[in-house]
């Protein structure tokens, strides 16, 4: 299992054809107008010099070798117009405050970084963007997991930087990203930030939780998934930053394996479950999920009967960049505190 990836190939082919028939010349030159571009679109009518200087312009642009997961690639020193199709990347470009114009419906979505974007007019791409929402927002910059259909194509608009999800812990991927947006000082600075938050809360917790388990579990259409310490929801605090311990058989299949998550069927439940439980719908099917809170099973386990079981947000706490990071540091370390 990994996170959903955007296949594009047919779009960006149109997206390319669409500007190839109004500007009569590759985009490889980066040399449309601002009128072609428009028409390209057919989004757009004005024909200011800004958006003109805004859009497109890597030929323009001091160009710098970045080590993406895919190899090398050359991209702007300091890209001015990022479109990010990734989704769970966005946040790290939040936190550095780094230009994103466009990113996907599950970003925009997420309640940790939804605000920020609106504020700075970032477009909502959807699920599958156009090639006229592409286009019109001349990226200078796109930003890709690796294996995403159709990045030759898209590589003819602006450079395309792969990304493999879960290759780098946090840390590790902000500094990349903070070198790839000319912004380590940023990147620096929100990793000592954060580290004063953890260290000052770590003790409290690991004084109050002691030596009993917790549990990250999902209920999905054919049982639940259990997750560990790299695929959000709070792992990457619970288990990377607290350095709390999970159920033998969790710790093993989710978090030893690398993995990151396991798959599991009801009858086994109580074998994965912490004395703690964080927990949420499955986002990814529509499966009622009281099928497995209302089960008797689920209901006699003992993090059930404490009362020590905390609801994860489906559409946000998936994510585990930066700034999603910094709102379940809070709400992680409140529900520990409280489960006495």
């Known amino acids: 299992m990994r996170k959903g990836k955007t296949s594009i190939w047919l779009m960006m082919a149109l997206a390319v054809l669409l ?141 395309v930087v792969q990304l493999e999800y879960g290759k780098r812990p946090f840390r590790e991927l902000l500094l990349e990203l903070g070198k790839l947006t000319n912004r380590e000082d940023k990147a620096q600075a929100w990793i000592s930030n954060w580290e004063k938050q953890v260290n000052e809360l770590k003790p409290k917790v690991k004084e109050a939780v002691g030596d009993r388990t917790v549990s990250i579990l999902n209920p999905y259409d054919k049982g639940l998934y259990v997750f560990g310490h790299n695929y959000g929801r709070g792992g990457e605090i619970i288990y990377g930053e607290f350095g709390l311990k999970a159920p033998t058989k969790a710790q093993t299949e989710a978090i030893d394996s690398g993995t990151g998550w396991a798959s599991i069927s009801m009858e086994v439940l109580p074998e994965y479950a912490g004395d703690i439980i964080f927990t949420s719908p499955w986002s990814g099917d529509t499966n009622d999920a009281s099928k497995v809170y209302e089960h008797n099973l689920w209901k006699s386990l003992p993090a059930v009967k404490a009362n020590h079981v905390f609801q994860l947000d489906p559409t946000s706490d998936t994510y585990n960049d930066p700034v999603t990071l910094e709102g379940q540091l809070k709400f992680i370390s409140d529900s520990l505190l409280s489960a006495k």
């Open 19 to 159: 500007i190839l028939s109004a500007c009569g010349q590759s985009v490889a030159t980066n040399a449309s107008t601002d009128e072609d571009i428009n028409v390209a679109a057919e989004s757009e009518t004005k024909t200011d010099q800004d958006a003109t200087s805004a859009g497109s312009a890597t030929a323009e642009e001091e160009l710098v070798t970045f080590q993406s997961d895919a190899g090398e690639v050359q991209v702007p020193k300091d890209p001015k117009r990022i479109i990010d199709l990734t989704a769970f990347t966005t946040g790290y470009f939040v936190a550095l405050d780094a230009p994103i114009v466009g990113a996907l419906t599950g970003a925009m979505n997420n309640k940790y970084i939804k605000d920020q974007l609106t504020a700075a007019g970032v477009t909502d791409l959807g699920e599958v963007p156009t090639p006229e929402q592409l286009v019109s927002l001349k990226p200078d910059l796109f930003i890709v997991y690796t294996g995403t259909e159709g990045i030759d194509q898209l590589s003819l608009i602006a450079p």
